[in-house]
């Protein structure tokens, strides 16, 4: 029984992201086995999560912090393999975060640029997005939408959301600066994958029907991008080198640890036995 090969970017979709600011990738990332393996650890995670958290599932941020198994598909030749030919052969993991909808209650997520929230502390701002689909992503649960060629800016002007209860973030792109006629759906089956640049604008509309939408974002840069740890509120915030070499004199955390540094600042001693338990 033959295993079919991981994808690769073509040299259309490659221009494709170049003049667009994302790409969709229509075939399975992972084999069977490593995607359903993520799964699987993803549905533990969510279970531990909606037990402790007092939070909604949307805003599992930075979960390979704690769980360094987690590292067994961000640093994957298959997802880095696609990337590459954006980012070159050196490459930073940046962050990662499930953004998981359940159904019927699952917030929206305002239209925005990621580079709007990080452009202070990466010189320069070339982060790279692969969301990769746990379940499937569709218009009817709140699939991510993007805005074509917007990423030649990257910083516009944003202000509150309405209802902060009802939204992932607190700002947005100001309304008057969207043309959402102009917004293409993300459309993926599971294990499939879309890649969009830092400075695209994309959100998502609530998920008010049955199915849950969940995606594993995992966020790369090219290794010569520099961090500035020192312009960020966030205490232990790590990268983490994924392939080839330092090119900006960067500090990189060690992928087969727990970041205990981040579970100190971000977590009560009770959650933190339980954090560093999974990164065992």
Sequence with gaps: MTTAAAPHLSPDQIEQFKT???VIVDQ????????????AHFEQKLVEWERTSGKSPEHMD??????????????ADEV???????????????SS?????????????????DSAYWGQVLEPMDVITVWLAI??????NGNMRVIPGTHHDGYSA??????PNKEVFNTRIRPELIDESKAVDITLEPNQCSLHHAKLMHGSNPNTSDIRRCGYTMRYMPASCAYRPERRSIEGFDIYLARGADRAGNHYGDPTKVNAAWVEANADDEKRRRMKSLGH
């Design 135 to 140: 379940d499937p992503s569709t218009p009817a």
């Design 158 to 163: 944003y202000e509150a959301v309405e209802d």
């Design 20 to 22: 667009d600011g994302y």
């Design 62 to 75: 930075t979960p390979h912090f704690a769980d360094p198994k987690l590292f067994d598909w961000l640093l």
């Design 97 to 113: 975060h499930f953004i998981c909808k359940p159904p019927r209650t699952g917030k929206r997520v305002p239209w925005h640029e």
């Design 28 to 39: 399975p990332v992972f084999s069977q086995a490593r995607f359903d393996a993520l799964k």
């Design 80 to 94: 880095l393999d696609l990337i590459e030919p954006l980012t070159g052969p050196d490459i930073a993991l940046w």
